[in-house]
């Protein structure tokens, strides 16, 4: 089955400093990978995403993610984090349930944590 | 104006009570679905639909339902509330494309006491 690990429960970044977040996923096909943002009170946000071609995807704020099929990994990076960066990031995989394709599996999320 | 949108944002509810929780987009996407959050557990998968008559169970259907009024309306509904559904709700959308993203409204706080 498909399933997405998001090794990370809580991380704290210092603002400047760079940013790594983990996605690990087990997929049987080439997957469809997503990494979405939750701000305080507010719904998801789609960062980025990945279907194929460049293993290097860049998307919105500053965000970049690399796909490694080896490792089964879809890691966020971001060089310089910023105060309003704080917020649950979370990373989903386009898998199945009921034998139904393309709906969205998501990790259980990592929460950001800028200090000053 | 936000392209998904759920009413109410908040509710109260006493347990045993009927709630509707409703989603409209105007995304033009035939596909509809309902998540639950709980926090450390992330998004679980209540129910989806891919057209009007096209409704199917996700992972945690159980004490739930929904309705597909038309292809830009999505309701949940709660028969009989209780507390251990007290969680925060969201709608999101997505179009029939491989890997297609889902977009996902602003969500909706619910409280069973």
């Known amino acids: 089955a498909q399933s997405v690990t998001q090794p990370d429960i809580h991380i704290t970044v210092s603002e400047g400093a760079s940013l790594e977040l983990r996605c690990n996923y087990s997929?049987?096909?080439?997957?469809?990978l997503f990494w979405y943002v939750q701000s305080p009170g507010q719904g998801l946000q789609l960062l980025l995403k990945?279907?194929?071609?460049?293993?290097l995807v860049q998307g919105i704020k500053g965000f970049e993610a690399e796909f490694k099929r080896s490792q089964s990994s879809f890691n966020l990076r971001k060089p310089s984090v910023h105060w309003s960066d704080a917020a649950e990031y979370f990373c989903?995989?386009?898998?199945?349930?009921?034998?139904?394709?393309?709906?969205?599996?998501f990790g259980k999320g990592t929460k950001l944590s800028v200090k000053p | 104006d936000a392209d998904v949108t759920q009413t109410p944002r908040n509710r109260i509810t006493k347990t045993g009570k009927r709630i509707m929780l409703e989603c409209s987009q105007t995304k033009g996407h035939d596909r509809m679905y309902w998540y639950r959050q709980d926090p450390g557990l992330g998004l679980r998968l209540i129910y989806y639909s891919f057209d009007v008559k096209d409704i199917n169970k996700g992972e945690i259907s159980d004490g739930y339902s929904v309705s597909r009024q038309a292809q830009a309306k999505f309701s949940l509904s709660l028969e009989s509330a209780i507390p251990n559904q007290t969680a925060l709700y969201f709608c999101?959308?997505?179009?029939?494309?491989?890997?297609?993203?889902?977009?996902f409204g602003p969500g909706t706080r619910l409280l069973v006491l």
């Open positions: 989903a995989v386009a898998g199945g349930y009921g034998g139904s394709q393309g709906n969205l599996i």
């Open positions: 997929y049987g096909a080439t997957p469809y």
């Open positions: 999101a959308t997505s179009d029939g494309r491989p890997g297609r993203a889902q977009y």
């Open positions: 990945y279907f194929s071609g460049d293993t």
